[in-house]
């Protein structure tokens, strides 16, 4: 893979993106309604799977620890329930990340965001953060699908378009742009990166800071698919959250 082929495509595709007219129905169906914070409570999460039931969210994103409870509060119905593996560092053990993924999908988790190890990946143990990922697929293979987060605001363009790949390899389903405990959030540069080096093979979702309409469009236009947001209800109706 080039990686400067790759960041050059993405550059050509901002140079001439327009952004998509979805309907408030068509964005609400791309958004994971989330709620990470450390303090969030039961309450909190009883709010937040009614707004997403209210506006037919994609799917909520809550810790692990709250899965039966979401589970629970969205059982049939279209929202599904979204979790985070090894989250927010990524630095856990892959045994750890397996057996957090295979509570989650037992308590009602279909969809897993796990953090790649950003470390091991610094230092280019490739073979370790394949193996990582490939870990946590394999253990919910057919019970949910695997997003995994590789940090953009910590990489380099080249190491972005390197960390896809490995994603790609290790039979994930999405790549996610952040955590939104880190540095930065999503930007638009990074989304249309990682779309060009994910080549339509696999999904992306952006995450982190994304606050506004126009925001998540942006998004959309340079090629995310899905976008995790706390701020899911103003970006449906246009409003902006502070």
Sequence with gaps: ???????????????????????????????????????????????????????????????????????????????????????????????????????????????????????????????????DIEAVVKATEGAAITKVIIETALLTDEEKVWATKIVVDSGAHFVKTSTGFGPGGATVRDVAILSAAAGGRIQVKAAGGIRTPEQALQMIAAGASRIGTSRGPALVTGGHAS
């Design 1 to 131: 893979m080039d990686a400067a082929h790759i960041i050059k495509e993405a550059e050509a595709k901002l140079a001439s993106m327009s952004l998509p007219s979805l309907q408030e129905k068509d964005l609400a169906k791309r958004i994971d309604h989330t709620l990470l914070k450390p303090d969030a409570t039961s309450q909190d999460i009883e709010r937040l799977c009614q707004e997403a039931l209210e506006y037919q969210f994609h799917a909520v994103c809550v810790h692990p620890s709250f899965v039966r409870l979401a589970s629970t509060l969205l059982q049939n119905s279209s929202v599904t329930v979204c979790t985070v593996i090894g989250f927010p560092l990524g630095a856990t053990s892959t045994g750890a990340k397996m057996m957090e993924a295979d509570l989650a999908v037992r308590d009602g988790a279909t969809e897993l965001d796990m953090v790649m190890h950003i470390g091991r990946f610094k230092e280019r143990d490739y073979r370790y953060v394949r193996k």
